[in-house]
């Protein structure tokens, strides 16, 4: 049985009647509460607008996917082994002799476009646009069609390609085309510059794979130029 003296003698303190006292006070102001009619009809004043809300998931942020512009030989194709593609230039710089071997242009998993080999070198003034004209529909047509929602600095990023094996002036010819396709989105002051202006979308040359090209040493990069997406 409790003794409240025996508690005070410890110099504890005895906390069971005060908490009558709560209960029965508690107990005494919820029995005799009344509301007057008054307060019952007190309208209460809640906000109605319920806000946007929060979502329930803050969506991931994607970067932008590389757009590779790949210059190759023709007559490569994908699937074969470094040594197929050694073999495979062997006999392309064999049989070309002093003749530029004809390119191809892809883009991603795109239908290449077949370039004329000669063209960079051929005095028909003529022909040679034809095969620039091409060159820059076809990357327009490939870069339209990857056209991105927002400003050009969130477009994907290009870079240029091009095989050890064969001439630059492909890559620039291509550079110039990306450049055309740009020039349509900046400010008409700003369309007769030679470099992509500032807020445009990210174009590089990627750097030659074999600085001192070789023909015994051509496989390896025609293997990952080849499956380059």
């Known amino acids: 049985m409790h003794d409240p003296a025996e508690a ?3 110099g504890k303190i005895d906390l069971v009647p005060m908490i009558d006292c709560v209960m029965l006070l508690l107990l005494f102001f919820i029995l005799t509460t009344k509301f007057t009619a008054d307060e019952k009809q007190l309208a209460a004043l809640l906000p ?3 806000g946007q ?3 329930s998931e803050t969506p991931p942020v994607i970067p932008p996917k590389d757009i590779n512009l790949v210059v190759t030989p023709t007559g490569i194709s994908r699937g074969l082994k470094e040594v197929d593609y050694q073999h495979t230039w062997n006999e392309i710089a064999r049989l070309r ?4 071997p004809a390119a191809a242009l892809r883009i991603g998993g795109s239908d290449p476009l077949l ?4 063209m960079l070198s051929s005095p028909d003034k003529a022909a040679v646009q034809r095969q620039v004209d091409a060159i820059h529909a076809y990357v327009a047509q490939e870069l339209a069609a990857r056209e991105e929602a927002g400003d050009r600095t969130v477009q994907s990023p290009v870079h240029i390609h091009c095989f050890s094996g064969l001439s630059w002036g492909y890559a620039l010819v291509i550079y110039d085309a990306v450049r055309a396709y740009e020039a349509q989105y900046q400010p008409t ?4 510059t030679s470099v992509l202006a500032d807020g445009q979308r990210t174009v590089s040359f990627a750097p030659p794979r074999l600085r001192n090209h070789t023909v015994n040493g051509s496989g390896r990069e025609l293997w990952e130029l080849t499956n380059l997406q």
């Open 115 to 118: 370039l004329d080999g000669s």
């Open 189 to 192: 002051t700003n369309r007769t």
């Open 8 to 10: 005070a003698a410890d």
């Open 97 to 100: 002799g002093r003749t530029p």
């Open 48 to 50: 109605t607008n319920q």
């Open 53 to 55: 809300g929060i979502p």
